[in-house]
């Protein structure tokens, strides 16, 4: 990444850094075992519990838990709490970890309450839910550990971190679980990749530092640093370098900020050894219409903007639904952007403006107890110079449940577009002189008729068996027509993939794919896996 | 024999599943619940705070712990007559058992028909790809989720990548939505829009 937009980049992280910086732990929780459980953000250490507090209060128990989403303490047998000279012990003590109000549970003479100063206690209303410990087993629990420390709605770090199964356990030293639920954190400067696993180093309530175990198509296993600062679901910045283990690193940054209730701005870059690309963009709404602003710049010298405007959808008899789109911009090449001709340096930019109309049916019944819902989008794009863009898409997907956990469906996509320059198609689009050679060495003679028109097509059947809510099998064959498309050139005629979603231990799930190519571009059949690990 | 002997000879023998806070003499405080009087003879040797255990009362409402087995009776079946001191607002959550949470997700018209639909959740630090939902038809998707009872789980809604997460109607980011843990909880996500695809 150039200095300049990398100083951009620093600069807007700076500006939120500092509010990220206040948060602190305000708790820690050791325990002979101390267990954690994702869904309800339960924490509960046993065999002798020690909860301590960011003020200094420490407190003692047979057995404590801590509910983190209501940041309530309950330490259970034998409860006894001190700070300073004074303490305070019962049967059973409750208490909040960012609060003043402290509960004590005497079996014989019932509830009385206190402050975290832990003065003279009155006698209190029995509340029975501020007692409340969960039933739970711990074979169950996603973290095993036995010190956690605490930063309010926002992370845990467990000290060591074991991941129980059925078979043991994987023990890491340390780990930081994440339970803050600002968009923000969900955001990432990182490309996709078949398989991505956080791993927080740092975090506050409105930070995070993680480390990411990445496989990557192409480039394959691949280590990456993120850092994202969140401001609620209101703004973030997320700034991460991906260096794969063999090939060049990338460099991302991804910001977001909400602008009132209609507007927000986005801007993202991404950075290579070949150069940055950087995007800006600005969404309205306007009541259900809207619009769009898009400028897109590479330190290669090209550009691109386009504003656009949405009607709603509006309806249609039949419950079918029409929605328009029009747009305008231009794209820009440092040099000429049509490079195809002799003044091409005279067309360095190129204004533009389109037409979009989409129609949509509704999910409709059709005979055999099958459903079905289509798409067309209509699309036409005029440029300053004699060019014009086409497109016309159809979708129709029908489903048939045999039974609630049979379902077959069936898919059918068509895209067809023409490159249309009037006068001059011959020159954007020439007749080859040779054939075109293929990576196999085939020459593809059909390539000729290729003139700047193309169709897609595809069509899809898939087997989806659900037998439990933890199991999803799928099975899909893809056919494709295309052209221009051959041995090798274009998608592949052929597609099997296979699914599988399933429970191996109860608190690991695994989603495993598998596909294979047939018979294109010299190979009999192409495998590729996917794999993810869901809690 | 009438009805009240019925319930009375019912009582007499039904195991209740708890978790004791505490054990202190004759007394056994129940997490979520009152204080119990334990049987005569009984002791609280063998009752760790926090572990669960099963007990029996007798008609006179005191407590001998017993083994746990899959027929006790929820905390909250115990009847309020029983403990000796009873709270003044009792816990109705039986958080003993997985339930099955489903989310049903509404896609708009614009999605691409092949793309498969994710759940995204604080679980997994946000992966955009952390769960695959089941489709049942063209622009319906869904997922049984087993979650503790009393469980909240925030989610939101991709189709498998961050660039792919939904949109409000005013194509901003939403809030997370909240699946919780609750016999037959439902809760029906209309996607208004993605982040790609305005």
């Not at chain 1, 340390?174 to 990182?190: I, K, P, Q, V």
């Not at chain 1, 007749?431 to 069509?459: C, E, M, V």
């Not at chain 1, 494709?480 to 052929?494: H, M």
Request: proline share 7%; with cysteine.
């Amino acid at each position: 990444m150039r200095a300049a937009p990398a100083c951009v980049v620093f600069a807007a992280c700076a500006v939120l850094l500092p509010g990220a910086a206040s948060a602190r732990a305000s708790a820690s929780l050791d325990g002979g075992t101390v267990v954690f459980f994702s869904d309800t953000l339960a924490l509960i250490a046993r065999d002798g519990a020690t909860l301590t507090l960011a003020d200094g209060t420490r407190a003692r128990a047979d057995a404590a838990y801590i509910d983190l989403k209501t940041d309530r303490a309950v330490l259970a047998g034998h409860a006894r709490v001190v700070r300073g000279s004074e303490a305070v012990s019962a049967d059973a003590i409750a208490l909040e970890l960012d609060g003043d109000r402290v509960d004590l549970l005497d079996a014989s003479t019932g509830v009385s309450r206190t402050t975290r100063r832990l003065g003279a206690a009155t006698a209190a209303e029995f509340d029975a839910e501020r007692f409340s410990f969960p039933d739970v087993d711990d074979r169950s629990a996603f973290i095993r550990s036995r010190h956690a420390t605490i930063t309010p709605h926002a992370d845990v770090r467990f000290k060591p971190a074991a991941f129980p199964t059925s078979i043991g356990g994987l023990p890491v030293p340390s780990y930081l679980y994440t339970y803050a639920t600002g968009a923000g954190f969900g955001a990432t400067s990182l490309a996709g990749a078949t398989f991505d696993q956080p791993y927080g180093l740092f975090g506050t309530q409105t930070s995070l530092t993680a480390l990411h175990a990445r496989w990557e198509d192409g480039p394959g296993p691949a280590v990456a640093l993120q850092q994202q600062v969140v401001s609620g679901d209101d703004a973030y910045a997320a700034v991460s370098l991906d260096q794969p283990l063999r090939g060049y690193s990338v460099h991302g940054f991804n910001a977001y900020r909400r602008l009132g209730t209609r507007y927000s701005a986005e801007a993202d870059a991404s950075g290579t050894i070949y150069g940055t690309v950087m995007h800006g963009a600005l969404t309205a709404a306007f009541g259900a219409a809207g619009g769009r602003m898009d400028y897109t710049r590479t330190t290669a010298g090209a550009s691109s903007y386009t504003a656009s405007l949405r009607t709603p959808d509006e309806p249609l008899p039949g419950g079918l639904t029409w929605r328009l789109t029009g747009s305008t911009g231009f794209d820009a090449q440092r040099g000429g952007l049509l490079f195809e001709l002799p003044d091409a340096h005279n067309y360095s930019t190129v204004w533009r403006k389109g037409l979009d109309l989409f129609v949509a049916t509704p999910v409709v019944h059709v005979p055999f107890g099958a459903t079905l819902a289509t798409t067309v989008d209509a699309a036409r794009t005029w440029y300053a110079f004699p060019h014009a863009f086409d497109t016309l898409s159809a979708t129709a997907t029908a489903s048939r449940a045999f039974s609630k956990k049979v379902t077959l469906f069936a898919g059918y996509q068509s895209t067809w577009s023409a490159d249309i320059y009037p006068g001059t198609q011959t020159l954007f689009y020439p007749t080859p002189i040779t054939p075109l050679l293929l990576p196999d060495g085939t020459p593809y003679y059909g390539y000729a008729a290729f003139t700047g028109a193309r169709t897609f097509r595809s069509q899809n059947v898939d087997l989806q068996v659900t037998p439990d809510p933890n199991t999803a099998y799928r099975l899909s064959v893809v056919h494709t027509s295309d052209f221009p498309q051959f041995d090798g050139f274009g998608r592949p005629v052929w597609e099997v993939r296979g699914d599988v979603r399933f429970r191996p231990f109860p608190n690991i799930g695994l989603d495993v794919g598998r596909a294979y190519d047939f018979a294109w571009g010299g190979t009999r059949w192409q495998p590729r896996w996917s794999f993810a690990i869901t809690p | 024999m009438s009805p009240a002997i019925v319930i009375i000879a019912a009582a007499a023998v039904s195991l209740f599943r708890i978790v004791p806070l505490a054990c202190d003499g004759d007394r056994l405080v129940v997490a979520g619940a009152g204080v119990l009087r334990l049987a005569d003879g009984v002791s609280c040797a063998g009752i760790v705070p926090g572990r669960a255990i099963a007990v029996a009362l007798d008609d006179a409402g005191r407590a001998t712990p017993q083994r746990l087995s899959s027929d006790a009776l929820p905390t909250a079946k115990i009847p309020r007559t029983a403990y000796v001191l009873a709270p003044a607002v009792q816990r109705d959550a039986d958080e003993t058992t997985l339930v099955t949470s489903t989310i049903d997700v509404l896609v708009p018209a614009r999605t691409p028909p092949s793309d498969d639909i994710y759940l995204s959740t604080e679980r997994t630090s946000w992966s955009p790809a952390e769960v695959r939902m089941d489709r049942v038809d063209a622009r319906h998707f869904r997922l049984a989720l087993r979650l503790h009872r009393g469980a909240r789980v925030a989610f939101r809604v991709t189709r498998g990548s961050y660039g792919t997460t939904e949109r409000d109607a005013a194509r901003t980011l939403p809030p997370a939505h909240i699946a919780v843990g609750e016999p037959d909880a439902h809760i029906t996500v209309v996607i208004p829009a993605w982040a790609d695809i305005d």
